[in-house]
């Protein structure tokens, strides 16, 4: 099974700052006749359902913020808030959707300093 | 627009069953994977099955294996999750994914709640 561990586990950060979540994976989630990652984003707010962010590691959903980044490669992934907004505080999460079981990280919680 | 509905969720008692529906809108429905995931009161989402889009291929995770069925009707745009012999660490809510096996989990449902508890 691949094993995705993020952290910080959680993150405070002031209003217009950024804020940095790492995810790693215990291995490769590159498919490589494609030279995709399988590495997906979300964020989850009290009593909402997870919301994909980013998937292929980078490619952002339609209608999420451009403040929001997503980057990285081999077993090494970064989520990016540039200016952290208010709406941001949230739980995020990275999956990994390259093999089963489709493994999710224990979750970055993010609030305001 | 893409909608996912989750129901039949309810309190079974340990040992128990109950089987979990949910209807698709918006999209073709036989033309993609679609996925249940769950989330423990206060825990991350756990992945819980996947169904290739013709219900010829399907993945659980080895904690429901043997006890958990995912099943898809694509006359009805329908998925179900059938699950028997309940224990209480199945307390979670349910949620419906359009998405799975290399394919992204891009819409979900608002989850339906499954208690078990005797």
């Known amino acids: 099974d691949i094993v995705m561990t993020q952290s910080p586990d959680s993150l405070a950060v002031s209003l217009g700052e950024r804020a940095t979540i790492n995810c790693k994976s215990s291995?490769?989630?590159?498919?490589?006749?494609?030279?995709?990652?399988?590495l997906a984003w979300f964020q989850q707010k009290p009593g909402q359902p997870p919301k994909q962010l980013f998937y292929?590691?980078?490619t952002r959903e339609s209608g999420v913020p451009d403040r929001f980044s997503g980057s990285g490669s081999g077993t090494d992934f970064t989520l990016t808030i540039s200016s952290l907004q208010a709406e941001d505080v949230a739980v995020y999460y990275c999956q990994q959707y390259h093999s089963a079981p489709f493994t999710f990280g224990q979750g970055t919680r993010l609030e305001i300093k | 627009e893409v909608q996912v509905l989750e129901s039949g969720g309810g309190l079974v008692q340990p040992g128990g069953s109950l089987r979990l529906s949910c209807a698709a809108s918006?999209?073709?429905?036989?033309?993609?994977?679609m996925s249940w995931v769950r989330q423990a009161p206060g825990k991350g989402p756990e992945w819980v099955s996947t169904?290739?889009?013709?219900?010829?291929?399907?993945y659980y995770a080895d904690s429901v294996k043997g006890r958990f069925s995912i099943s898809r009707d694509n006359s009805k745009n329908t998925l179900y999750l059938q699950m028997s012999s309940l224990r209480a660490e199945d307390t979670a809510a349910y949620y419906c994914?359009?998405?799975?096996?290399?394919?992204?989990?891009?819409?979900w449902g608002q989850g339906t709640l499954v208690t078990v508890s005797s």
């Open positions: 292929w590691a980078s």
């Open positions: 291995q490769s989630v590159l498919y490589s006749p494609n030279n995709k990652h399988y």
């Open positions: 918006g999209f073709t429905f036989s033309s993609v994977a």
């Open positions: 994914a359009k998405g799975g096996a290399r394919t992204k989990f891009d819409y």
């Open positions: 169904i290739s889009f013709a219900g010829d291929t399907t």
